[in-house]
């Protein structure tokens, strides 16, 4: 049994009652479950709309529409799942249409078993894959969302800078430290201004340190004032590695 085939919902979409009954059986046969048949555009639709699919194999010719109508159909609602035509007068012209609407595959007829499962087999292995990714991406982006919003609620300032010592990004309390070390600083979005200072000497070595390495330093203190000059500051530097 193929290990895509449970829990792996089927539409075949065929006029043609021995064709239908004979894909279902060889599909069944290979353990994929449910897989639906429909005789017709119309039952075909009513079946998208009651359950999702993950294939669907329809042939081209169905009366009164077509098996492109299907897939344009399909598309329209908005449906990721493979389409596969099946059609006993392949042309260019359908061909093209059903290449530009996303269909997986085009299967001339006489279809044979081996072909039918190879093809389904392909096409559910690249709806997983493409799902699989689209899972991934957006646990990346809830993920990403949380560190921002971590990112910018604490208050400690958190710089990142590249090799070149530019910053990439700041959260509101390092903006307001930068600005207040030396107004205007944090707009320069560089602080090799700031490792220019007497106090922040050690700064740019082990900056370059940590990125040369991948090692974190140790947290060491930097005494210093604001930019008025006036004020005295004391201030923890911890620098780490970014590994993303």
């Known amino acids: 049994m193929n290990d895509l085939a449970q829990e792996t919902a089927i539409l075949v979409v065929d006029d043609e009652e021995s064709l ?12 994929y479950a449910p897989v639906i048949t429909a005789a017709t555009y119309e039952e075909a639709l009513r079946e998208i709309n009651d359950q999702p699919f993950d294939l669907i194999i329809s042939d081209i010719v169905l009366g009164g529409h077509t098996g492109i109508d299907i897939l344009k159909r399909v598309r329209e609602l908005g449906l990721g799942c493979p389409v596969v035509m099946i059609t006993g007068y392949p042309t260019v012209e359908t061909a093209a249409e059903a290449v530009r609407l ?7 007829k006489p279809v ?3 072909t039918l499962l190879k093809t389904a087999r392909l096409a559910l ?10 899972q991934a991406e957006r646990e990346r982006e809830r993920a990403r969302a949380f560190l921002e919003t971590v990112f910018k609620s604490v208050t400690d300032g958190i710089v990142t800078v590249d090799t070149n ?11 307001l430290l930068l600005n207040e070390l030396q107004p205007g600083l944090a707009d320069q979005r560089t ?19 940590v ?20 004020q005295k500051k004391v201030l923890s530097v911890a620098i780490a590695p970014l590994k993303d």
């Open 20 to 31: 239908r009954n004979t894909f279902q059986f060889f599909l069944q046969n290979q353990g």
């Open 102 to 108: 996303g269909a997986f595959d085009y299967i001339p």
């Open 112 to 114: 044979d078993k081996e």
């Open 125 to 134: 292995r690249q709806y997983r894959l493409e799902q699989g990714q689209r």
């Open 165 to 175: 010592l530019d910053i990439r990004e700041m959260n509101p309390a390092a903006r």
């Open 191 to 209: 602080i090799i201004p700031l490792c220019g200072k007497e106090a922040f000497g050690p700064l740019k070595k082990n900056l370059l340190q």
């Open 211 to 230: 990125l040369k390495t991948g090692q974190e330093s140790s947290p060491h203190l930097c005494e210093c004032r604001g930019g008025d000059g006036q």
